[in-house]
């Protein structure tokens, strides 16, 4: 069954700004509520919409990347963050930070707990990709 014109273009309105709204929560979330966990959740939202509105096949061609790959890289980006702090003499997960000058002099405070909301941001994406993909594949072969 076709979905409706309406939830189509509602669709295609909706997902950009819930996948804006998931990257607003993932760089906020080391000073403040969210995080990686809880922007991968939006994100998995508005995926799900794209899903029950165009189907698998067009996903997947949208994606251009495996989830399961999502999920191997942020294996290696959550523990290499993790590891980043050993190496340099801390407890492991320590946060370490650093000042990067942009243009203009403005100066951003860049850690490594930034890289391990990204590691948990695309393990929660990925994981939640793998299911939906595979529940609904298995939908569309009834």
Known sequence: MKPSLILRTAT???????????????LRGHNSPGGGFSGALVAATGFA???????????????????SRMIVFGM????????????????????????VTT???????????FFFDIGVFAIVLGAILTLLLALEEDLEKD
């Open 12 to 26: 295609r309105l909706l997902v950009s700004m819930i996948l804006v709204f998931s990257v607003y929560l993932l």
């Open 103 to 113: 243009v203009g002099d403005s100066k951003i405070a860049l850690g490594t707990p």
């Open 76 to 99: 290696i980006l959550a523990l290499g963050s993790g590891l980043f702090s050993v190496i340099a003499g801390n407890p492991f997960l320590t946060g370490i930070w650093w000042t």
């Open 49 to 67: 919409m794209y899903i029950m509105a165009e189907g698998t096949a067009s996903m997947r061609r949208a994606l251009r990347i495996d989830p």
